[in-house]
T-cell receptor, first 110, second 116 residues
Framework: GQSLEQPSEVTAVEGAIVQINCTYQ??????LSWYQQHDGGAPTFLSY????GLEETGRFSSFLSRSDSYGYLLLQELQMKDSASYFC???????????FGAGTRLFVKA | SQTIHQWPATLVQPVGSPLSLECTVE??????LYWYRQAAGRGLQLLFY??????ISSEVPQNLSASRPQDRQFILSSKKLLLSDSGFYLC???????????????FGQGTRLTVV
């Protein structure tokens, strides 16, 4: 079967750094993506890792270790607007599917 | 750039009534299309995906069906809604960069369905 595990909630203060972890179990793994969703809105793409290592996009970075079936999203210089749900998602080779984790609710406090 | 049109934004339907949600896309050809459902405060559950016209794969046995009559049109249907069908329904596309490569999914704004 397929499963993704990520913490349900994380709280951090404005200006801080927060890391959201994701572990997965799946066959035919192709890549790991991260999405942000504000309340009432649609998910928006943040980052993708197809290879091991770190990908940096502005204040957001994402990391993947295929051997450990593990990845994380790193958010730096947190802002109040970063309060949202963050989902990791696994893409599969040949199956054209993208499966999402249950999401991590990030609360940013002043 | 690709655009996803999804309507209506909100919908209230009685139990036992039929459902038809339509999703159309622009700015891309032969995309992979997806229907996801999200219960309040929960993650996204993949319901159906389609890699081409008339090609539908179902992920979860349920009261729903999907069809893709045209390359850029994806429809989610039900003959008789259940209370448990309530949720936030999201249409998504993934451009086909190369066979088997799915990297980024783009989402429509969703339909919030309440079955009463």
């Amino acid at each position: 079967g397929q499963s993704l595990e990520q913490p349900s909630e994380v709280t951090a203060v404005e200006g801080a750094i927060v890391q959201i972890n994701c572990t997965y179990q799946t066959s035919g793994f192709y890549g790991l993506s991260w999405y942000q969703q504000h309340d009432g809105g649609a998910p928006t793409f943040l980052s993708y890792n197809g290879l091991d290592g770190l990908e940096e996009t502005g204040r957001f970075s994402s990391f993947l270790s295929r051997s450990d079936s593990y990845g994380y999203l790193l958010l730096q210089e947190l802002q109040m607007k970063d309060s949202a749900s963050y989902f990791c998602a696994v893409s599969h080779t040949g199956g054209f599917k993208t499966i999402f984790g249950a999401g991590t609710r990030l609360f940013v406090k002043a | 750039s690709q655009t996803i049109h999804q309507w209506p934004a909100t919908l209230v339907q009685p139990v036992g009534s039929p459902l038809s949600l339509e999703c159309t896309v622009e700015g891309t050809s032969n995309p992979n299309l997806y229907w996801y459902r999200q219960a309040a405060g929960r993650g996204l559950q993949l319901l159906f995906y389609s890699v081409g016209i008339g090609q539908i794969s179902s992920e979860v046995p349920q009261n729903l069906s999907a069809s893709r009559p045209q390359d850029r049109q994806f429809i989610l249907s039900s003959k008789k809604l259940l209370l448990s069908d309530s949720g936030f329904y999201l249409c998504a596309l993934s451009p086909v960069l190369k066979l088997g490569m799915n990297t980024e999914a783009f989402f429509g704004q969703g339909t919030r369905l309440t079955v009463v």
